[in-house]
């Protein structure tokens, strides 16, 4: 099996490309989201849908939600994540791999959560820096020989430049990502959406 990922600014975007990939045959258990769920808008979203049980900051327990993510992911939980904050996080994958290592791999390290769902180890650190920012990580698990299918539908929804984006964060003074690092706030996420809305490349 091979995985395919790909970062998008908004969780519109990754909704809409998982929705794709499912109406094209992917399994719903193959397709995994990670997304930064800071954004109270986004809270309120999957509270007023009955998805997300309880937040507490800083309790490591998951709320994990009896539906799916427009009935498009499996096993959507909610989760406190030290240098992110609130993430959603779904996906056959991702739920056997949490469950197998324990909460704690997902709520202590998202390096190791990313590499457990088969991201490249020298691309974790970028993608998780993506998701402290306000993106939603797709991971997608298929075969070999249809790869090059998921990677078409997951660039129609504009991804992010992963390599033009580093080089604007290293720009701007960053240089990995920090999990002792405090979570960005609302409008800090806002902040940083407005200027990716502004300087949008697409691979």
């Known amino acids: 099996m091979r995985t395919v990922n790909a970062l998008f600014d908004s969780l519109q975007q990754a909704q809409a490309s998982i929705s794709e990939l499912t109406a094209a045959g992917f399994?719903?258990?193959?397709?995994?989201?990670?997304?930064?769920?800071g954004d109270a808008d986004y809270a309120a979203q999957f509270n007023e849908a009955?998805?997300?049980?309880?937040?507490?900051?800083g309790v490591t327990e998951a709320a994990t939600a009896v539906g799916s993510l427009g009935?498009?992911?499996?096993?959507?939980?909610?989760?406190?994540?030290?240098?992110?904050?609130?993430?959603?996080?779904?996906?056959?994958?991702?739920?056997?791999?949490?469950?197998?290592?324990?909460?704690?791999a997902l709520t202590g390290s998202?390096?190791?959560?990313?590499?457990?769902?088969?991201?490249?180890?020298?691309?974790?650190?970028s993608y998780a820096e993506g998701i402290r920012?306000?993106?939603?990580?797709?991971?997608?698990q298929t075969e070999e020989d249809r790869v090059d299918l998921a990677k078409e539908i997951l660039h129609r929804h504009n991804p992010v430049d992963l390599?033009?984006?580093?080089?604007?964060?290293?720009?701007?003074?960053?240089?990995?990502?920090?999990?002792?690092?405090a979570p960005l706030t609302a409008a800090e996420l806002q902040a940083e959406r407005e200027r990716n809305r502004s300087a949008v490349i697409i691979e």
């Open 27 to 37: 399994a719903a258990e193959d397709v995994n989201l990670v997304a930064n769920a």
């Open 50 to 57: 009955g998805q997300i049980h309880d937040v507490t900051e």
């Open 71 to 104: 009935g498009l992911v499996v096993g959507l939980s909610f989760f406190f994540v030290p240098g992110i904050g609130p993430i959603l996080a779904a996906g056959g994958l991702l739920t056997s791999w949490i469950t197998g290592a324990g909460l704690g």
């Open 110 to 125: 998202v390096l190791g959560t990313l590499a457990g769902l088969g991201v490249p180890r020298d691309q974790t650190e």
């Open 133 to 140: 920012r306000g993106g939603s990580l797709v991971v997608v």
């Open 163 to 181: 390599a033009n984006r580093q080089l604007r964060w290293k720009t701007g003074g960053w240089d990995r990502y920090d999990e002792a690092a």
